[in-house]
């Protein structure tokens, strides 16, 4: 059995168990890759929230943390739930042609397939104030673009907006959850004279719940990573990482940015950390309170 | 089948030469100096450089001199990608903790040599320069401040950038303008002058574009005509106290409100991304003056674009600080040792090649258009530039001319937040009145960076 099991265990020692323990230990040391790193105990994690002293004076710390955390709770805060509304609205949708259904199906699929780094590029050049084909379009509406990726206020938006249209995995999930409701439960519902709200409120969504769930811990876990759209959109226009305005410095850019830009890498490896366990805890509780509204059609709930 | 074994003989055969290589090379350098004999063993060694495009030949023809200087050292290029920084030494770290660092790198800026050379990436070269009779005085008094810190001298400047005003001649005269501006205040007038706006008030022609994120304009370089300085004597950060700081984003904040912040970014939005296409807004017309390096009249020679009537100046000084007009940022191609060089001996003379050969130096400078960086070969009469290079040779030579922002041992990884601080208050989220505190809370987060990258 051990033998069965040695190749597992030899990739999991070496390349996560190992690691993971090596990234805990930098993460109470002052590491730059060149020197040895050096024990300076919890002043790594006290850096983050501003409460240390260095060289005997008070530091305020890092003054980007709170900012990276912000964005990256709007980004999930915002961005999810449109996500997952609609995903369930585009998917009911493809439930309903009769000829061409999986034309319809590829198509709303195909952007997903699409790399994010290029996407991310292309939205760029949509998305340009002045020569991207949105705003000169709002521009024969009599309509006042606004700046998009040059405004603090719009960046962000203008990626929620990436993500929609890159949607297709979650529609092929919720697809395949709308399909699987047994027919004769609309069949009954209607029997009662129930309506097309009533009919989505008590069989269509408590059947998808299980879907629904699955998304929503992905995509919470997603939220937390959001690298490659902000760190592609914030570079390509010439504002550099972060920009506008650290509008676009979500927390996996600014861990980014501390190891491989700055090489403080004992703080990166304590950014990386408090990102573990706070996805621990989101997704723990997140199971925790599910057993009170995700329904599992096999009836074991 | 025979292909198989002869190439598994050959390998065999590489694999003793290789063999023998290494034990030559760590003979050598194991007394941690320079030789003091010239050992003439064939060796290969490695180099790491940046220069890609249409600078990639001019260099390896530059670079055959070497070759039939010393015929017994074969250079094995690695040309490294060019990421946002101008430097690969994210790669070097990786190539040195993986024990198979190039004999000789040489990145196009020199961003990370403070936090690099006390750490100990790159190696001392006080001792071969010593042994060679070189000091860092042979080269401009920049050189010192991005090559050597805390007395380590990590590098050698090998060409460089030099930055000035670039203005075009034509609608100069159009705008009936005698000459390129001297002060900040003839800038701001020339520059409302030379702007062209379309009806709705958005902008055709730009005088000049005072946005930090502009092609090479940094706060730091608007900041210096006003000699500001960004640590006092003792190190501690000044932008608070330094009265210059204050004057320069004063100076920018009311070119934007002239323009309209809208309206200016807008214009940059529709030019991101051409600083270096045939695209680009100057060359093209759209901006009348800009703060630029060196490269750039190379660039104008070689693009295809409409015929570009311009000159060249020192960046404007403020009205009281007369003697700021001529001095500005330089620095650019570095050139050192690794730390764990395989044959740093063999190593120490190509870095000497490159840093001062007279004929290499202007041979580079006549093709890819960088300032020679030695007297030798700034004054050499072989030196074919356009009239419009003088300028940056000026600005390299002159002894306030200097690296920015300063490099430090923590490196200078702090300028990341004048940069936030640029961004905000360009776009008015900081008023005049807050300017004071903000630059105080500006210091304090350069301190507590500072403090970082010793501590935590």
């Given at each position: 059995m051990l033998l069965f099991l040695s190749p597992w265990i030899f990739g999991f020692v070496v390349f996560t168990a190992g690691p993971m323990l090596l990234s805990l230990y930098y993460s109470f040391t002052h590491y730059d890759l060149i020197s040895s790193p050096r024990w300076i105990g919890l002043d790594n994690y006290r850096y983050m929230i501003g409460k240390l002293t260095l060289n005997g004076q008070p530091n305020q710390g890092d003054p980007y943390f709170g900012t990276a955390v912000r964005n990256t709770i709007w980004i999930i805060v915002v961005g999810l739930p449109l996500r997952i509304v609609f995903a369930i609205a585009t998917a009911m949708l493809l439930t309903r042609p009769k000829r061409g259904v999986n034309g319809y199906r590829t198509l709303f699929f195909m952007p997903s397939m699409a790399p994010t780094v290029g996407a991310s590029l292309v939205f760029v050049y949509l998305f340009n104030p002045v020569t991207g084909p949105i705003n000169q379009f709002l521009g024969h509406l009599g309509i006042n673009g606004p700046l998009w990726f040059f405004d603090p206020t719009w960046a962000k938006p203008a990626l929620v907006v990436l993500g929609l249209w890159g949607i297709g995995d979650a529609i092929v999930l919720y697809l395949a959850g709308l399909l699987n409701v047994p027919r004769d439960l609309y069949e009954a519902i209607s029997v009662e004279g129930?309506?097309?709200?009533?009919?989505?409120?008590?069989?269509?969504?408590?059947?998808?719940?299980?879907?629904?769930?699955?998304?929503?811990?992905?995509?919470?876990?997603?939220?937390?990573?959001?690298?490659?759209?902000?760190?592609?959109s914030a570079t390509t226009t010439g504002n550099g990482v972060g920009s506008p305005q650290n509008s676009l410095l979500f927390y996996s850019v600014w861990l980014y940015e501390q190891a491989f830009t700055y090489f403080h890498m004992g703080y990166a490896a304590a950014m990386a950390w408090i990102l573990f366990i706070a996805t621990m805890v989101l997704t723990a509780i997140l199971l925790l309170t599910s057993r009170r509204w995700v329904h599992y059609g096999g009836g074991l709930s | 089948m025979r292909r198989t074994r002869l190439l598994a003989l050959s390998s065999l055969a590489m694999l003793v030469v290789a063999a023998g290589c290494g034990g030559g090379?760590?003979?050598?350098?194991?007394?941690?100096?320079?030789?003091?004999?010239?050992?003439?063993?064939?060796?290969?060694?490695?180099?790491?450089?940046?220069?890609?495009?249409?600078?990639?030949?001019?260099?390896?023809?530059?670079?055959?001199?070497?070759?039939?200087?010393?015929?017994?050292?074969?250079i094995k290029e690695e040309v490294q990608?060019?990421?946002?920084?101008?430097?690969?030494?994210?790669?070097?770290?990786?190539?040195?903790?993986?024990?198979?660092?190039?004999?000789?790198?040489?990145?196009?800026?020199?961003?990370?040599?403070?936090?690099?050379?006390?750490?100990?990436?790159?190696?001392?070269?006080?001792?071969?320069?010593?042994?060679?009779?070189?000091?860092?005085?042979?080269?401009?008094?920049?050189?010192?401040t991005y090559t050597n810190v805390g007395g380590k001298q990590c590098a050698l400047p090998s060409l460089t950038d030099a930055f000035g005003l670039y203005y075009n001649k034509d609608m100069f005269a159009k705008a009936g303008i005698a000459g390129p501006p001297k002060t900040m205040d003839e800038l701001m007038a020339?520059?409302?002058?030379?702007?062209?706006?379309?009806?709705?008030?958005?902008i055709k022609v730009a005088g000049f574009v005072p946005l930090n994120q502009w092609e090479e304009l940094g706060p730091g370089d608007l900041a210096n005509a006003w000699d500001a300085k960004w640590f006092d004597s003792s190190g501690k950060p000044q932008l608070a106290t330094d009265p210059g700081w204050a004057a320069a984003f004063m100076w920018q904040r009311q070119l934007i409100d002239w323009y309209g912040y809208d309206n200016i970014v807008k214009f940059f939005a529709a030019n991101t991304n051409n600083e270096f296409n045939p695209s680009n807004a100057f060359e093209n017309g759209k901006v009348a003056m800009m703060f630029d390096g060196e490269w750039r009249t190379a660039f104008i020679k070689g693009d295809k674009h409409p015929p570009l009537n311009y000159g060249t100046a020192p960046f404007p000084a403020a009205?009281?600080?007369?003697?700021?007009?001529?001095?500005?940022?330089?620095?650019?191609?570095?050139?050192?040792?690794?730390?764990?060089?395989?044959?740093?001996?063999?190593?120490?003379?190509?870095?000497?090649?490159?840093?001062?050969?007279?004929?290499?130096?202007?041979?580079?400078?006549?093709?890819?258009?960088?300032?020679?960086?030695?007297?030798?070969?700034?004054?050499?009469?072989?030196?074919?530039?356009?009239?419009?290079?003088?300028?940056?040779?000026?600005?390299?030579?002159?002894p306030k001319s200097a690296f920015?922002?300063?490099?430090?041992?923590?490196?200078?990884?702090?300028?990341?937040?004048?940069?936030?601080?640029?961004?905000?208050?360009?776009?008015?989220?900081?008023?005049?009145?807050?300017?004071?505190?903000?630059?105080?809370?500006?210091?304090?987060?350069?301190?507590?960076?500072?403090?970082?990258?010793?501590?935590?």
């Open positions: 129930a309506n097309a709200w009533q009919r989505f409120r008590y069989v269509t969504f408590p059947m998808l719940t299980p879907v629904i769930f699955f998304t929503l811990i992905i995509g919470i876990i997603d939220g937390f990573q959001y690298f490659d759209q902000a760190y592609v | 090379s760590s003979s050598s350098s194991s007394s941690g100096g320079p030789a003091t004999t010239l050992d003439k063993t064939p060796v290969t060694i490695v180099l790491w450089d940046m220069w890609s495009g249409r600078e990639a030949q001019p260099f390896k023809d530059a670079l055959k001199r070497f070759q039939v200087k010393y015929p017994w050292i074969t990608p060019n990421p946002p920084n101008d430097t690969f030494d994210p790669n070097l770290v990786n190539a040195i903790n993986g024990g198979n660092p190039p004999d000789v790198a040489m990145p196009f800026g020199p961003d990370y040599v403070g936090q690099w050379c006390a750490g100990g990436l790159w190696q001392d070269l006080a001792p071969y320069m010593k042994a060679d009779g070189m000091t860092i005085n042979d080269f401009a008094p920049a050189a010192i020339d520059a409302k002058k030379l702007t062209v706006r379309n009806p709705d008030g958005t009205s009281d600080h007369p003697e700021m007009y001529g001095p500005a940022r330089v620095g650019g191609t570095i050139v050192g040792i690794p730390k764990g060089a395989k044959h740093p001996d063999q190593a120490w003379l190509l870095v000497k090649f490159l840093a001062s050969d007279t004929t290499y130096l202007v041979q580079m400078a006549n093709s890819v258009g960088n300032v020679p960086t030695t007297p030798a070969s700034q004054s050499s009469p072989e030196l074919s530039l356009p009239p419009q290079f003088d300028t940056f040779l000026h600005v390299w030579a002159n920015a922002p300063p490099t430090t041992p923590s490196g200078n990884g702090y300028a990341n937040h004048l940069d936030n601080f640029e961004d905000a208050w360009q776009s008015g989220k900081i008023s005049d009145a807050d300017l004071h505190s903000q630059l105080a809370t500006l210091d304090q987060q350069i301190s507590n960076d500072l403090a970082q990258g010793a501590g935590p």
